[in-house]
């Protein structure tokens, strides 16, 4: 136990504020990582561990998603709020965090992954972004329904980022296909042209 002590802090920590926890900012990038890790031993089996992918992964986790979604569900318990109907609350966060939110932040993943490994960011989006969005919304929706409705503000960052590992898990395996069906077609296509 001792050795998920620096995990469990903010658990007993004061309420959430604008100055939110370094946990929060710090946890996605360790658990974006291990879904990375967990993508390419467990799903992908490479035989050899690409470290700068896991890299890039902890950078979006750590800069840019922890920030996000610890602003986010501020942004969400202040704005949307039907105090007499507390289902049509929960109803109107998780369809302004899907519309808005998630599909934002898998643009802005793919985008920046695709600059971080020296490609182009539309390449990646045409060939990822509305199958991994698809998939977004047959997962995240529940999660989030369950999240805004049980889980207190200040620990909703660690709920998503709990079931983000196997979500990061298939984002870092999409993220790594993207591109290689176009990469086989073009050989196939360099092939027929070495026979003709």
């Keep these: 136990m001792s050795l998920l002590r620096w995990f469990v802090p903010p658990l007993f920590s004061s309420p959430f504020s604008f100055n939110p926890d ?3 900012l710090t946890r996605p990038q360790v658990l974006f990582a291990t879904g990375d890790v967990m993508a390419q031993h467990l799903v992908e089996k490479v035989p050899t561990h690409n470290y700068a992918r896991t890299g890039r992964m902890a950078l979006y986790g750590g800069a840019i ?10 942004f969400l318990a202040r704005r949307i709020n039907f105090p007499a109907r507390p289902t049509l ?8 965090d899907q519309t808005v ?3 934002t932040n898998l643009f802005c993943f793919l985008s920046s992954m ?6 182009d960011p539309r390449d990646k989006l045409r060939s990822s972004y509305f199958t991994a969005l698809e998939k977004n919304w047959m997962v995240w929706p529940a999660v989030q329904a369950i999240n805004f409705r049980f889980v207190p503000l200040e620990h909703r960052v660690l709920v998503v980022n709990v079931v983000s590992l196997g979500w990061n898990c298939y984002l870092s395996y999409v993220n790594s296909q993207a591109g290689k069906k176009e990469t086989v077609g073009e050989k196939v296509k360099e092939k027929a042209e070495e026979i003709s």
Excluded: D, K
């Excluded at 609350?89 to 302004?96: G, H, P």
């Excluded at 695709?114 to 490609?119: F, I, R, S």
């Design 22 to 24: 370094p946990y929060q």
């Design 65 to 74: 998603f922890g920030p996000a979604a610890t602003t986010w569900f501020a």
């Design 89 to 96: 609350t929960i109803a109107a966060r998780v369809l302004t």
């Design 101 to 103: 939110f998630a599909s």
């Design 114 to 119: 695709a600059l971080m490994e020296g490609g």
